[in-house]
């Protein structure tokens, strides 16, 4: 069975730092593309940071230089390190998969066929 599971969702202050995890099973994480989405409640999901089979990375205008998006192979888990929350962070965080790994459209969504269920990241002043 092909499961995508995240976890590493909380509340943190302004400013702080988390780690998010996507951890996959029936799925490579060194195979095709995996990315990070968010979705605020009442709006579409949006992408945050993908990674590609051959190491090829891309952030939202948002969250570039804040987050960080890594796999670890041996883990078969996908990272989301994230630092300098903002407000505007506040989202539901998903991880999807997909088996191509052609680069381009990596934050289409509907080439995405792989999801997980989402873990919620609050950032409070």
């Known amino acids: 069975q092909v499961q995508l599971v995240e976890s590493g969702g909380d509340s943190v202050q302004l400013g702080g730092s988390l780690n998010l995890s996507c951890a996959a099973s029936?799925?490579?994480?060194?195979?095709?593309?995996m990315a990070w989405f968010r979705q605020v409640r009442g709006k579409g999901r949006e992408g945050v940071a993908a990674?590609?089979?051959?190491?090829?990375?891309s952030y939202a205008n948002a969250v570039k230089g804040r987050f960080t998006i890594s796999k670890d192979s041996a883990e078969n888990t996908l990272f989301l390190h994230m630092n300098n929350l903002k407000s505007d962070d506040t989202a539901m965080y998903y991880c999807?998969?997909?088996?191509?790994?052609?680069?381009?459209?990596?934050?289409?969504?509907?080439?995405?066929?792989?999801w997980g269920q989402g873990t919620q990241v609050t950032v409070s002043s």
């Open positions: 990674i590609c089979r051959d190491g090829y990375t």
């Open positions: 999807a998969a997909r088996q191509s790994s052609n680069t381009a459209f990596v934050f289409l969504e509907s080439l995405y066929t792989i």
């Open positions: 029936g799925y490579r994480v060194d195979s095709g593309c």
